[in-house]
């Protein structure tokens, strides 16, 4: 497809003050999250996932696309991952 990635770190931006909503908007339009939240596990165990062993989950990765201006606008083709780490981990 001869598209780049990039990766970037970022501070959630609250909606509201005494909310727990994330504020996707920008100059341009906003980003609104697809489909379901998906469970990212750690690979360094080496086994399946599972309750008696294997992999632990890390956090939850979440889809968004961009749409230009004012909801409901026009969806274009920009995606992104949004991961955020499980409540129990420190790094």
Do not use: I, Q
């Not at 994330?22 to 980003?31: E, P």
């Not at 294997?54 to 889809?63: E, V």
């Amino acid at each position: 497809m001869g598209e780049r990635e990039w990766y970037f770190f970022s501070l959630r931006d609250r909606k509201y003050p005494t909310e727990l909503k994330t504020n996707r908007t920008t100059g341009a339009g906003y980003w609104k999250a697809t489909g379901k939240d998906r469970e990212v596990y750690s690979s360094c165990s080496g086994g399946g996932r599972s309750s008696t062993g294997g992999d632990a989950l890390l956090g939850m990765k979440r889809t968004l696309v961009f749409y230009k201006g004012r909801a409901p606008r026009e969806k274009t083709k920009w995606v992104m991952h949004e991961y955020h780490l499980d409540g129990d981990k420190s790094f």
